[in-house]
């Protein structure tokens, strides 16, 4: 399973960003975000078959994750950015068959390589 997370970079407190992440096929989806010397905390999922989504508490109303399903790309388009949302975001998929979200990262078995987010105020 090969993931490629990508759109990281550094904007002003307020702007948006649109990260994204690839895969070999469609699995069930999730980003997952770490600040320094903070937990790995849920961002957003997205489900394998009907597309559900689901949000962190921290996110919802200004994060949407959304998928590509022609070319196996999931996006986490981010808006009205806060310089508390500043971390290394990850992708995460589930294995082949467990097609629901979870808010767990032990539930994800693949890691993309991480993408840096900056928010300044």
């Known amino acids: 399973v090969q993931l490629q997370a990508s759109g990281g970079g550094l904007v002003q407190a307020g702007g948006s960003l649109r990260l994204s992440c690839a895969t070999s096929?469609?699995?069930?989806t999730a980003w997952f975000r770490q600040a320094p010397g903070k937990e790995r905390e849920f961002v957003a999922g997205i489900a394998y078959g009907d597309s559900t989504t689901e949000y962190g508490d921290a996110v919802k109303g200004r994060f949407t994750i959304s998928r590509d399903n022609a070319n196996n790309v999931v996006y986490l388009q981010m808006g009205s950015l806060k310089v508390e949302d500043t971390a290394v975001y990850y992708c995460?998929?589930?294995?082949?068959?467990?097609?629901?979200?979870?808010?767990?990262?032990?539930?994800?078995?693949?890691w993309g390589q991480g993408t840096l987010v900056t928010v300044s105020s």
């Open positions: 096929r469609r699995y069930a």
């Open positions: 995460a998929v589930r294995s082949p068959g467990r097609a629901s979200i979870r808010t767990s990262g032990t539930e994800y078995s693949y």
